[in-house]
């Protein structure tokens, strides 16, 4: 089903972009793909602050295709909600009692405002509905010239566990955040993230309503490790359901996993 939320460019998952990849895998020994995604873009409004939010919308529309994850956030419903709206969740997440240390940093208020928000309001937002999350930092590069192979592997690792559905992983680093949607292993051995990016807009990601310019579109979503060279990465994996009242008061508090681990 294709969704036109208002104030959005939205790209379907279709298999356009899988046919894409086909038709360029010369060099491709494998790939890795999310079940499936809408692409938001930044409009007018929202372009320069709004990444956040429009990366949380592209996981929402991926997770309600799931039904365990439909019934905690959607109730049915079938709607991405628009940014004021995600604004507002936000906000009543912190009120519950979630990350009171973000809350207080960003002065507990969110709507009407063109405040960043990043990884830790993502997890703040799903926790709150129940959605048990894990917060990943890539605190420094782990390979030469500033670059994050234990970031590739990692990534690998998810995409590659055999599951029955597959959301894609909020990536966060400073002044932007992305969606990564799947995963490449070129014949070298080496990995090619598959990105989602705001920034993108609907000119661009049309590039994918045909198999004649698919491949122009292909530029735009993969990224080599050498493209990858901010100081620090936060990723966010969906990781199933808070199925206690135990597990759901703990995730209040927000902790997260650093790699490389420390001694």
Same mark, same amino acid.
């Given at each position: 089903m294709i969704r036109r939320p208002p104030r959005s460019t939205l790209?379907?998952?279709?298999?356009?972009?899988r046919s894409a990849i086909c038709l360029s895998n010369n060099n491709v020994l494998? =790939?890795?793909?999310?079940?499936? =995604?809408?692409?938001?873009?930044?409009?007018?409004g929202d372009k320069g602050w709004g990444c956040g939010y429009r990366n949380i919308q592209m996981m929402l529309s991926s997770l309600m295709h799931n039904t365990r994850y439909n019934e905690k956030l959607f109730n049915g419903e079938n709607s991405v909600p628009s940014i004021s709206k995600i604004q507002e969740l936000i906000e009543w997440s912190w009120r519950k009692g979630f990350d009171p240390q973000g809350c207080e940093q960003l002065g507990g208020k969110l709507c009407n405002t063109r405040k960043w928000i990043g990884a830790t309001e993502v997890v703040t937002l799903l926790s709150a509905f129940r959605i048990r999350c894990q917060l990943v930092d890539f605190h420094r590069p782990t390979g030469p010239d500033g670059t994050h192979?234990?970031?590739?592997?990692? =990534?690998?690792e998810y995409f590659q566990k055999q599951e029955d559905f597959k959301a894609p992983l909020y990536l966060q680093h400073q002044g932007h955040s992305r969606t990564i949607i799947g995963l490449e292993h070129l014949k070298d051995g080496s990995f090619r993230l598959l990105v989602f990016d705001p920034s993108h807009n609907r000119i661009q990601m049309d590039y994918f309503s045909s198999t004649a310019s698919a491949m122009n579109g292909m530029r735009l979503v993969r990224r080599p490790l050498g493209a990858m060279k901010a100081r620090h990465y936060q990723v966010v994996a969906v990781a199933g359901i808070l199925e206690t009242e135990q597990e759901f008061k703990q995730n209040k508090i927000l902790r997260s996993v650093r790699i490389p681990r420390e001694n």
């Open positions: 790209f379907p998952y279709t298999t356009l972009f494998a =790939v890795w793909l999310c079940t499936t =995604v809408d692409h938001y873009a930044a409009t007018y192979p234990e970031l590739f592997q990692w =990534v690998a």
